[in-house]
């Protein structure tokens, strides 16, 4: 008896007859929407009830008989289950029948994509479904580009798949038969399949006495207007100056309707993070997104409504309007279906057996793009992110400063190079090759945000310390310490640091640098330094200075230098020495004056020339010694030569040797007085400098690098 029957409802739970009896059902469709089948169902009262346990999450099939030869069928899973109401003999049951894709709406995840189409991503999520039916995607023409960055954001699975749906340009609806349901995917409306019999006629008073009756009963055709342009516009960070504005328009045949109705809107969210060097290829992308706006005004500018009994209707599919004035061809966009069928319960004369639809349409020749419904993902403020990079890397970057990271929520990824996009990092100034930089390193916590909240868009723009990385100072019992302070790479450590360090604790204030190795100064013009107190310097090994010009040098006391090994001086002129006191010069061995041309040693008192041993004084030309008085003493002997003359002194008498001696008597000499013997003060050593020491060394909890 089943089998002679318009409608049934067929589950796993049937035998030789149905477990439960096709009553009523509702059902809505939609290109680009899930469908909803409600159905009313009986079961005998005698028999053993129905449980929920029994029905629900099962694969289910609703028949129709078409005609006397041919049926449909429409598959689906039954994910809701009521019992209650009874109808004569029979308990009333209330199910609803739903397509695999539902379930999607019931699994929510925040998960990132990368480097795949909008296709390759709905796919992997799909894959995540052990239920998830099969997929027809060849009538999809675009939604090819490798997108570099995609992020599902706390939003669910259905959501997400339809936001990129949309954003491509793509709808979908189902195709069914016996046991199996087809999710069909295009951005094409000449893909949509003809209705079977391809023709539905215009008949106003035909009421579909016969089940194949393919007839019109109802016909409104609606015009409206609407918006005739979009236009948008992106930024490409690589060439910050290159313009990606996009625009679309459409053409209306209304003369009397306003002109210049358009629509801007930013950003177009077509501008990627990649930064690859061709945003060209992204104003593609985003030409094409405007015209699938554009389409979806003109999708709602013609609009009819109709209604008809014939049942192979089904959102999706295309039919040609006959014997009517807007005859043509109409793409079913949406349908409402009511069917019932009260053969069980009533007598032969009240069977009732009706079937309806309201069919939504729009011109075949529409490109049709549904309404954009999907919730755009938002991050509703900045988040914290940990930084990542290839393994045994402390610093990983490109050649823009940019960094990658793992967020929190990531479940996923693996805290490495793949871990995310190239995030641009926000610095305090910014300019052309200039201004300031400081690159985060692995395992430093940032701060990121997201441009408009999209988790398409991250940034970084700050950096925070936690309980794994502190603060390079101890806190609070340093509060008043402020600085930067780096650390060496690779394989540096806490002391080994490059550091810049400001205390402004009141009465000892201090600035410290540190140079963990070599330090480099530039000076372009003039540098100025005053020191109002000590300056102090330790230079442990050589130093070396070249001045190009005049060096002058006050000093307003002492002056102590001293060297442990040699001292030389090499002047190119004079060198001349005042002093405004006594010269002392005290020297352990030989002392060797040279003079090119006069050598001039006068005093203005006496002046002393003594020697411990031999005393010479030679002159090429003339040696003269003059005074007042001039006395020659030797303990021994004293010689004058010149010449073949002698004239010797000494203990015996006088010998005076020559061709011709002349002598005038006269007296005696008195005795020459002893040279003094020169005693030159001991120059002072120079005082020890003070040692350079962090001030932080002897502070508790201090990380100074000073000794």
Request: hydrophobic share 35%; with cysteine; proline share 5%.
């Given at each position: 008896?089943?089998?002679?029957?318009?409608?049934?409802?067929?589950?796993?739970?049937?035998?030789?007859?149905?477990?439960?009896?096709?009553?009523?059902?509702?059902?809505?469709?939609?290109?680009?929407?899930?469908?909803?089948?409600?159905?009313?169902?009986?079961?005998?009262?005698?028999?053993?009830?129905?449980?929920?346990?029994?029905?629900?999450?099962?694969?289910?099939?609703?028949?129709?008989?078409?005609?006397?030869?041919?049926?449909?069928?429409?598959?689906?899973?039954?994910?809701?289950?009521?019992?209650?109401?009874?109808?004569?003999?029979?308990?009333?049951?209330?199910?609803?029948?739903?397509?695999?894709?539902?379930?999607?709406?019931?699994?929510?995840?925040?998960?990132?994509?990368?480097?795949?189409?909008?296709?390759?991503?709905?796919?992997?999520?799909?894959?995540?479904?052990?239920?998830?039916?099969?997929?027809?995607?060849?009538?999809?023409?675009?939604?090819?580009?490798?997108?570099?960055?995609?992020?599902?954001?706390?939003?669910?699975?259905?959501?997400?798949?339809?936001?990129?749906?949309?954003?491509?340009?793509?709808?979908?609806?189902?195709?069914?038969?016996?046991?199996?349901?087809?999710?069909?995917?295009?951005?094409?409306?000449?893909?949509?399949?003809?209705?079977?019999?391809?023709?539905?006629?215009?008949?106003?008073?035909?009421?579909?006495?016969?089940?194949?009756?393919?007839?019109?009963?109802?016909?409104?055709?609606?015009?409206?207007?609407?918006?005739?342009?979009?236009?948008?516009?992106?930024?490409?960070?690589?060439?910050?100056?290159?313009?990606?504005?996009?625009?679309?328009?459409?053409?209306?045949?209304?003369?009397?309707?306003?002109?210049?109705?358009?629509?801007?809107?930013?950003?177009?969210?077509?501008?990627?993070?990649?930064?690859?060097?061709?945003?060209?290829?992204?104003?593609?992308?985003?030409?094409?997104?405007?015209?699938?706006?554009?389409?979806?005004?003109?999708?709602?500018?013609?609009?009819?409504?109709?209604?008809?009994?014939?049942?192979?209707?089904?959102?999706?599919?295309?039919?040609?309007?006959?014997?009517?004035?807007?005859?043509?061809?109409?793409?079913?966009?949406?349908?409402?279906?009511?069917?019932?069928?009260?053969?069980?319960?009533?007598?032969?004369?009240?069977?009732?057996?009706?079937?309806?639809?309201?069919?939504?349409?729009?011109?075949?020749?529409?490109?049709?793009?549904?309404?954009?419904?999907?919730?755009?993902a938002l991050v509703h403020g900045p988040q914290t992110a940990t930084v990542t990079g290839e393994s045994g890397d402390e610093i990983m970057t490109d050649q823009y400063g940019r960094a990658k990271v793992q967020?929190?929520?990531?479940?996923?990824?693996?805290?490495?190079?793949?871990?995310?996009?190239?995030?641009?990092?926000?610095?305090?100034?910014?300019?052309?090759?200039?201004?300031?930089?400081?690159?985060?390193?692995?395992?430093?916590?940032?701060?990121?945000?997201?441009?408009?909240?999209?988790?398409?868009?991250?940034?970084?723009?700050?950096?925070?310390?936690?309980?794994?990385?502190?603060?390079?100072?101890?806190?609070?019992?340093?509060?008043?310490?402020?600085?930067?302070?780096?650390?060496?790479?690779?394989?540096?450590?806490?002391?080994?640091?490059?550091?810049?360090?400001?205390?402004?604790?009141?009465?000892?204030?201090?600035?410290?640098?540190?140079?963990?190795?070599?330090?480099?100064?530039?000076?372009?013009?003039?540098?100025?330094?005053?020191?109002?107190?000590?300056?102090?310097?330790?230079?442990?090994?050589?130093?070396?200075?070249?001045?190009?010009?005049?060096?002058?040098?006050?000093?307003?006391?002492?002056?102590?230098?001293?060297?442990?090994?040699?001292?030389?001086?090499?002047?190119?002129?004079?060198?001349?020495?005042?002093?405004?006191?006594?010269?002392?010069?005290?020297?352990?061995?030989?002392?060797?004056?040279?003079?090119?041309?006069?050598?001039?040693?006068?005093?203005?008192?006496?002046?002393?020339?003594?020697?411990?041993?031999?005393?010479?004084?030679?002159?090429?030309?003339?040696?003269?010694?003059?005074?007042?008085?001039?006395?020659?003493?030797?303990?021994?002997?004293?010689?004058?030569?010149?010449?073949?003359?002698?004239?010797?002194?000494?203990?015996?008498?006088?010998?005076?040797?020559?061709?011709?001696?002349?002598?005038?008597?006269?007296?005696?000499?008195?005795?020459?007085?002893?040279?003094?013997?020169?005693?030159?003060?001991?120059?002072?050593?120079?005082?020890?400098?003070?040692?350079?020491?962090?001030?932080?060394?002897?502070?508790?909890?201090?990380?100074?690098?000073?000794?």
């Open positions: 008896m089943a089998s002679d029957l318009d409608y049934e409802f067929l589950t796993p739970l049937d035998g030789e007859t149905p477990a439960l009896l096709f009553r009523r059902m509702v059902a809505r469709e939609a290109l680009g929407r899930l469908p909803v089948y409600r159905l009313e169902l009986l079961r005998e009262t005698r028999l053993t009830a129905v449980k929920a346990t029994d029905l629900l999450g099962a694969k289910v099939d609703v028949k129709i008989r078409v005609d006397a030869s041919s049926k449909r069928y429409i598959n689906g899973y039954v994910t809701r289950f009521e019992r209650g109401g009874v109808v004569g003999r029979y308990d009333v049951y209330h199910v609803v029948v739903q397509p695999w894709l539902w379930q999607l709406t019931l699994g929510a995840d925040c998960k990132i994509f990368q480097n795949e189409s909008a296709l390759d991503v709905i796919k992997a999520v799909f894959a995540g479904y052990a239920q998830a039916g099969t997929v027809k995607t060849s009538d999809v023409s675009g939604a090819k580009n490798k997108r570099p960055y995609t992020v599902q954001y706390r939003e669910t699975d259905f959501n997400f798949v339809l936001r990129l749906m949309e954003e491509e340009g793509i709808h979908f609806y189902f195709t069914h038969e016996k046991g199996a349901h087809t999710l069909v995917l295009t951005d094409q409306a000449s893909t949509h399949p003809t209705i079977s019999g391809s023709t539905l006629r215009w008949a106003p008073a035909q009421l579909g006495e016969q089940l194949s009756e393919d007839v019109v009963t109802e016909w409104t055709l609606t015009h409206q207007l609407g918006s005739l342009e979009f236009a948008s516009t992106d930024y490409a960070a690589e060439q910050p100056t290159l313009s990606l504005a996009t625009r679309a328009s459409r053409t209306v045949p209304y003369g009397k309707g306003p002109s210049g109705l358009k629509v801007f809107d930013y950003p177009g969210d077509f501008g990627d993070v990649s930064m690859d060097g061709s945003p060209n290829s992204r104003k593609t992308v985003g030409d094409a997104w405007a015209q699938h706006e554009v389409d979806r005004y003109e999708s709602g500018r013609v609009v009819a409504v109709a209604l008809s009994p014939y049942r192979h209707c089904s959102a999706g599919v295309t039919f040609s309007l006959s014997d009517h004035p807007d005859a043509g061809g109409y793409l079913v966009t949406a349908l409402d279906m009511e069917v019932s069928f009260s053969h069980y319960e009533a007598r032969d004369s009240e069977m009732e057996d009706n079937f309806l639809c309201r069919l939504e349409l729009v011109p075949k020749a529409t490109a049709y793009r549904p309404p954009a419904v999907a919730q755009r967020f929190h929520w990531d479940r996923v990824g693996k805290r490495d190079q793949n871990s995310s996009c190239w995030l641009r990092v926000s610095q305090p100034w910014a300019g052309k090759q200039f201004g300031m930089i400081a690159l985060p390193r692995v395992g430093d916590e940032v701060v990121v945000e997201f441009l408009e909240g999209n988790p398409d868009r991250p940034l970084i723009t700050g950096r925070v310390y936690n309980g794994d990385n502190k603060p390079p100072y101890t806190l609070p019992a340093q509060a008043t310490v402020s600085g930067i302070k780096t650390q060496s790479s690779k394989g540096g450590s806490l002391s080994t640091a490059n550091e810049l360090r400001f205390d402004d604790k009141n009465g000892s204030e201090y600035v410290w640098f540190q140079a963990q190795k070599d330090m480099h100064s530039w000076v372009k013009n003039d540098q100025f330094a005053s020191v109002l107190n000590n300056y102090w310097g330790d230079v442990t090994k050589n130093y070396s200075l070249t001045v190009g010009g005049t060096s002058s040098i006050a000093l307003s006391d002492v002056v102590k230098l001293q060297a442990s090994k040699d001292v030389h001086l090499t002047l190119g002129a004079d060198l001349y020495v005042s002093t405004g006191a006594a010269l002392g010069l005290s020297v352990s061995d030989a002392i060797a004056v040279k003079g090119s041309n006069s050598v001039a040693v006068t005093s203005a008192q006496s002046m002393d020339l003594k020697s411990g041993q031999t005393l010479q004084m030679t002159a090429t030309s003339a040696l003269s010694v003059k005074g007042m008085n001039v006395t020659i003493e030797a303990d021994t002997q004293i010689t004058i030569k010149a010449g073949a003359a002698t004239i010797t002194l000494g203990p015996a008498g006088v010998t005076i040797d020559g061709p011709m001696v002349k002598i005038n008597c006269g007296g005696g000499g008195g005795s020459a007085t002893a040279a003094a013997a020169a005693s030159p003060p001991s120059p002072q050593a120079p005082d020890a400098p003070t040692k350079n020491k962090d001030p932080l060394a002897s502070d508790s909890g201090g990380s100074g690098a000073g000794s």
